[in-house]
C-alpha cells in the first residue's frame, strides 16, 4: 500500500544518520517520512552517517539530501535550515533527534558533563526551533516532532539525572512551542521512546551490565511486552504526529515504551 501521509511535504530531520552499526531512531525515522513522500534534509555531525542515511532513502527511490551540523552550534543549525529551504523550498517537518545519555549521580557527574547532557538534549531542540519557527510561522503551517524519552517523566534505573532532567526539559520546550505557535498553524509534540534497541545504546550503557547480551536481556525483561522496541516503532508514532492525521493533537508527549510509563515495574 502506498503511503502518502506526508506527500509533497519537506521533513528536516536533525540526528538522521545511520551506519553499519545498525539502524538508529534517526535513520529510520528519515527513512519513515521518505515513505510516506517527504522530500528529506537528513542533519547529522558525522557527514559520513548522514550520508548513509540519504543514499538508503535515495536507493529508494524517495528523495534525500545529506547536511552536516553541530545541533549545539547555533550558526551551523541555520546553515543547516536554509540549505534546506533551498533543496526543498519549505520545512513542514521538523525532527530533533539528537540526544545522549550522560551517566552519574549528582556527586558523581561533573558540572561540565551535566552541561553536556542540557547542551546535547536541549539546547539542540531549542536551536532547531529557534531558526525554524519563522519560516513555519511564515508558512502558516508546521509540525515539530521531538524525542524526548520514558526517563523524562519515571525512573527507568540507570544513574542519569543529568539525561533525565534535560529531557524533562524537552517536554516542557515541547509544551511551550506548541501552545504558542498552535495560532500559526504549528504542532508540536514529542516521542517518549522506552527501552529500545538501537546501536546508540548498546555502546552508552554497554557498561551497566557484564555485557551486550546481559544488557539486551535485561532490558527485554523490563519491558511489559518481554521485548525492547525498535527504531521503527518510534519513526511509525513520529510520523502520525507529523502528518494531518494528528491534525488536533497538540502538546503531546506520547510515550513508545509497550506500556512501560504505566507500569509498577
Same mark, same amino acid.
Given at each position: 500500500?502506498?503511503?502518502?501521509?506526508?506527500?509533497?511535504?519537506?521533513?528536516?530531520?536533525?540526528?538522521?544518520?545511520?551506519?553499519? =552499526?545498525?539502524?538508529?531512531?534517526? /535513520?529510520? *525515522? +528519515?527513512?519513515?517520512? @521518505?515513505?510516506?513522500? !517527504?522530500?528529506? $534534509? #537528513?542533519?547529522?555531525?558525522?557527514?559520513?552517517?548522514?550520508?548513509?542515511?540519504?543514499?538508503?532513502?535515495?536507493?529508494?527511490?524517495?528523495?534525500?539530501?545529506?547536511?552536516?551540523? =553541530?545541533?549545539?552550534?547555533?550558526? /551551523?543549525? *541555520? +546553515?543547516?535550515?536554509? @540549505?534546506?529551504?533551498? !533543496?526543498?523550498? $519549505? #520545512?513542514?517537518?521538523?525532527?530533533?533527534?539528537?540526544?545522549?545519555?550522560?551517566?552519574?549521580?549528582?556527586?558523581?557527574?561533573?558540572?561540565?558533563?551535566?552541561?553536556?547532557?542540557?547542551?546535547?538534549?536541549?539546547?539542540?531542540?531549542?536551536? +532547531?526551533?529557534?531558526?525554524?519557527?519563522?519560516?513555519?510561522?511564515?508558512?502558516?503551517?508546521?509540525?515539530?516532532?521531538?524525542?524526548?524519552?520514558?526517563?523524562?517523566?519515571?525512573?527507568?534505573?540507570?544513574?542519569?539525572?543529568?539525561?533525565?532532567?534535560?529531557?524533562?526539559?524537552?517536554?516542557?520546550?515541547?509544551?511551550?512551542?506548541?501552545?504558542?505557535?498552535?495560532?500559526?498553524?504549528?504542532?508540536?509534540?514529542?516521542?517518549?521512546?522506552?527501552?529500545?534497541?538501537?546501536?546508540?545504546?548498546?555502546?552508552?550503557?554497554?557498561?551497566?551490565?557484564?555485557?551486550?547480551?546481559?544488557?539486551?536481556?535485561?532490558?527485554?525483561?523490563?519491558?511489559?511486552?518481554?521485548?525492547?522496541?525498535?527504531?521503527?516503532?518510534?519513526?511509525?508514532?513520529?510520523?502520525?504526529l507529523a502528518s494531518d492525521e494528528a491534525a488536533y493533537?497538540?502538546?503531546?508527549?506520547?510515550?513508545?515504551?509497550g506500556g512501560m510509563a504505566m507500569s509498577t515495574g
Amino acid at each position: 500500500m502506498t503511503d502518502d501521509r506526508l506527500a509533497g511535504r519537506v521533513a528536516l530531520v536533525f540526528g538522521g544518520g545511520g551506519s553499519s =552499526d545498525g539502524v538508529t531512531n534517526g /535513520q529510520a *525515522a +528519515a527513512m519513515t517520512y @521518505a515513505r510516506a513522500g !517527504a522530500s528529506v $534534509a #537528513v542533519v547529522d555531525i558525522d557527514a559520513a552517517a548522514a550520508r548513509w542515511s540519504a543514499d538508503a532513502i535515495n536507493d529508494e527511490g524517495n528523495t534525500a539530501v545529506a547536511l552536516t551540523a =553541530d545541533v549545539t552550534d547555533s550558526t /551551523q543549525v *541555520a +546553515a543547516a535550515v536554509a @540549505a534546506t529551504k533551498e !533543496a526543498f523550498g $519549505a #520545512v513542514d517537518v521538523l525532527h530533533n533527534n539528537v540526544g545522549a545519555t550522560v551517566l552519574g549521580t549528582p556527586e558523581e557527574l561533573s558540572y561540565e558533563h551535566w552541561q553536556k547532557a542540557f547542551q546535547l538534549n536541549v539546547d539542540g531542540a531549542f536551536l +532547531a526551533c529557534k531558526h525554524v519557527l519563522p519560516l513555519m510561522i511564515e508558512q502558516g503551517r508546521g509540525a515539530i516532532v521531538n524525542v524526548s524519552s520514558l526517563a523524562s517523566i519515571r525512573h527507568v534505573g540507570y544513574p542519569y539525572p543529568a539525561y533525565m532532567a534535560a529531557k524533562a526539559a524537552v517536554n516542557q520546550l515541547t509544551v511551550s512551542v506548541a501552545l504558542t505557535h498552535a495560532k500559526h498553524g504549528i504542532r508540536a509534540n514529542a516521542v517518549a521512546p522506552g527501552f529500545i534497541d538501537t546501536p546508540l545504546v548498546r555502546r552508552q550503557l554497554a557498561s551497566q551490565a557484564g555485557s551486550i547480551d546481559e544488557l539486551l536481556a535485561a532490558r527485554n525483561a523490563l519491558s511489559p511486552t518481554g521485548k525492547m522496541g525498535t527504531p521503527w516503532d518510534v519513526a511509525n508514532a513520529s510520523l502520525f504526529l507529523a502528518s494531518d492525521e494528528a491534525a488536533y493533537v497538540n502538546a503531546v508527549c506520547l510515550p513508545v515504551d509497550g506500556g512501560m510509563a504505566m507500569s509498577t515495574g
